[in-house]
Structures are given as C-alpha cells and as structure tokens.
C-alpha cells in the first residue's frame, strides 16, 4: 500500500513567485493535515481537513497561503506570493476517521521549500 | 499555552549503549503524549504513545512513561543499535484539542556509531 506522497521533494524559487505543494494521502483517508517546519522551529499545525471540507485551519499563517482539497482526495498548498521566512520543510500527514476520535497520523517526507 | 521541550541534539552513542532524551511539557489538563521518529529519507513515524497519567508507552525496544507530576515523556532504550539512528520528536495532543493538532518539540536528531 502506498503511503502518504508529496510533490515536489524540494523547490527553490524567489521571493514574489508563487509555489504549489501537492500531497496525496493514503487511500480512504479522509482526514489530511499539514504541517511545517521552519529550520531550527518545531514543526506547526496548519490545517486539517475532513475529505473536501477545511475543519481547523488555525495554523495558517496569513492569507498568502491557500490550501485546498478538491474532492475529497489529493490536497494542494499554494503559497503566493512567496517571503524569505516561508522557507521551510512542509509536511502532509493522512489518518482514517475512527470511533472516537483519530487513527494513526501518516506522514509523507516532506517537501523543501527555499525561497531566495 | 501549551509547549513540548526537549533536549538539544544531535546525541552521538556507540552501539549497545543506554539512550535517554529527555522531554517535557506544558499543557492544561491531560494531554495526550506522543514520540514520533523519522528515519532518513521518510516521513515522521508514530513510534509509542501515552493518554494518561502514569502509562507507559513502548515499542521497538524504547519505553517512555507519562510522569504528571514532572510533566515528562522521557524516551529511553536500554541498548541503542545503528539503525535507530533517526530524529525523534516528542508531540502532545492538549486535552479536548482536535485529535491531528499536534504540538511538537524541536527534535533530537540520535547517531549510532557502530
């Protein structure tokens, strides 16, 4: 069984461009999180979502950064336009919806983001 | 509000040797505790957790005990071999928080020399 993927594995852009991050999550998994990790901070809740529908989004840090989840399936974070202290490792992470709560978080590598 | 401190890395043992990492917390109520792994080139990776008071998480040879009266999760492993050598994060769950939000420390990268 495939686990959680993200694309791409590292991207280097400039300041001002904007850069989209795709995750897919494990099959039947309708719960997706992401998360970040600015070098040397811990890593940060962003967001989660329950199949297409965003259920905390309190991490998000400001308005440059979108994520969506058409469908129900893969999720999308685009960050536009891009700043200096975006750069950082950002993490999907999947879990099945159980009786009483939450099954186990997978989490898929991470993918680099330097902005210059 | 609510935090996880752990040790600084990296943490440089020789085979065999006794691992601890030492983390703590700050959290309202009974938070839910967690050590996740993650190996090079993987994702992060539950390793063992704790929902209460005094339980003792383990798996894979490591232990830690949920201490509320320090308000501790330290990891330990009695015999550390090369290919535990991974970063370990320690994560909580604030008590009533949503079940994916979780609050990690900064990380305690653990090599292994043979």
């Known amino acids: 069984e495939a686990g959680v993927t993200q694309f791409p594995s590292h991207s280097v852009i400039e300041k001002g461009q904007t850069v989209t991050l795709r995750c897919d999550p494990i099959?039947?998994?309708?719960?997706l999180y992401w998360y970040r990790r600015v070098m040397g901070k811990e890593i940060k809740f962003l967001l989660h979502?329950?199949?297409?529908?965003?259920?905390?989004e309190s991490g998000m840090p400001n308005n440059r950064f979108l994520a969506e989840r058409t469908g129900g399936t893969y999720s999308t974070l685009k960050v536009q336009p891009a700043e200096l202290e975006d750069s950082g490792v950002y993490f999907c992470?999947?879990?099945?919806?159980?009786?009483?709560?939450?099954?186990?978080?997978?989490f898929g590598e991470g993918s680099r983001l330097t902005v210059l | 509000g609510n935090s996880v401190t752990q040790m600084e890395g990296p943490v440089t043992l020789s085979e065999e040797a006794f691992l601890t990492i030492n983390c703590t917390y700050t959290?309202?109520?009974?938070?839910?505790l967690f050590w996740y792994v993650q190996y090079p080139g993987e994702g992060l990776q539950l390793l063992l957790k704790?929902?209460?008071?005094?339980d003792k998480g383990s798996n894979k040879g490591f232990e830690a005990t949920y201490r509320k009266e320090t308000t501790s999760f330290h990891l330990e492993k009695g015999s550390v071999q090369v290919s535990d050598s991974a970063v370990y994060f320690c994560?909580?769950?604030?008590?009533?928080?949503?079940?994916?939000?979780?609050?990690f420390g900064k990380g305690t990268k653990l090599s292994v020399k043979p």
């Open positions: 704790a929902t209460k008071a005094d």
């Open positions: 099959s039947g998994h309708d719960n």
């Open positions: 959290a309202t109520g009974y938070p839910s």
């Open positions: 979502f329950v199949k297409e529908s965003k259920q905390d």
């Open positions: 994560a909580l769950i604030r008590y009533g928080g949503s079940q994916g939000n979780l609050i």
């Open positions: 992470a999947s879990s099945q919806v159980v009786k009483g709560g939450t099954g186990e978080l997978f």
